[in-house]
């Protein structure tokens, strides 16, 4: 079946501009989170969606991030004000994260974000 | 708060000779372990899940890994390294027992095969 799906693959863009990356998340998996990787920082979580609970923003680096989860399934991460550390990939995954045995993340193949 | 530690950001091994990457963890609670594998431009495939079931853990393309509670480790072995294992590989934690599904990364170590 489809895997994860990130949108767009790359995205350039100005300083100080808003930028939405999106994720298609598996069909009927439950969990969403959002990742960040980049050469200074390494791998980073960022967000957590599970359900209908509220997600867990622990990760956020800034206000100026924020995400959201659309009928449980398409996830957006907005980053407002965007500014040059902002530049990395931003990763999705998606898990079925039912009991004990299901929390294996899938995940898509990324947005490599610019800032110039 | 849970922290993986990699030695070794680079490893260069000859084609056939023993793969292994070390990762140390640091958990209150016994952790959910992971080795990720990550092939240039790609995103992230699991090789390997620790899970307190059997210890000594097998997973995909010949890759296994032994959690040791003694010594807070689960590092990743292969018998015989092939050229496409040439990748970025990522350990990882998560706190299930805490709910906390989230994964905590190491920094990675990039693996080279020489033919």
């Known amino acids: 079946g489809a895997g994860v799906s990130q949108s767009p693959s790359n995205k350039v863009t100005e300083k100080g501009k808003d930028v939405e990356l999106r994720c298609d998340p598996i069909?009927?998996?439950?969990?969403l989170y959002w990742y960040r990787q980049s050469l200074g920082q390494g791998l980073e979580f960022l967000i957590y969606?599970?359900?209908?609970?509220?997600?867990?923003k622990s990760g956020l680096p800034s206000d100026r991030f924020s995400a959201e989860r659309t009928g449980g399934s398409v996830s957006t991460l907005t980053i407002q004000r965007t500014q040059q550390e902002d530049s990395a990939v931003y990763l999705c995954a998606s898990s079925l994260d039912r009991g004990l045995g299901s929390h294996e993340q899938f995940f898509g193949p990324g947005t490599r974000l610019t800032v110039l | 708060a849970q922290s993986v530690t990699q030695l070794g950001s680079h490893v260069s091994v000859s084609e056939g000779a023993l793969v292994l990457l070390r990762c140390n963890y640091s958990?209150?609670?016994?952790?959910?372990l992971f080795w990720y594998v990550q092939y240039p431009n790609q995103g992230l495939q699991l090789l390997l899940k620790?899970?307190?079931?059997?210890?000594l853990v097998k997973g995909i393309n010949g890759f296994e890994a032994e959690f040791k509670k003694s010594e807070t480790s689960f590092h990743l072995t292969k018998p015989s390294a092939h050229m496409s294992d040439a990748a970025e590989y990522f350990c990882a934690v998560s706190d299930q027992a805490r709910g906390r599904r989230a994964l905590t990364f190491g920094s990675g170590t990039r693996l080279q095969v020489q033919p």
């Open positions: 969606f599970q359900g209908n609970s509220a997600p867990d």
């Open positions: 069909s009927g998996h439950t969990a």
């Open positions: 958990s209150s609670v016994p952790p959910y």
């Open positions: 620790y899970t307190s079931a059997a210890t």
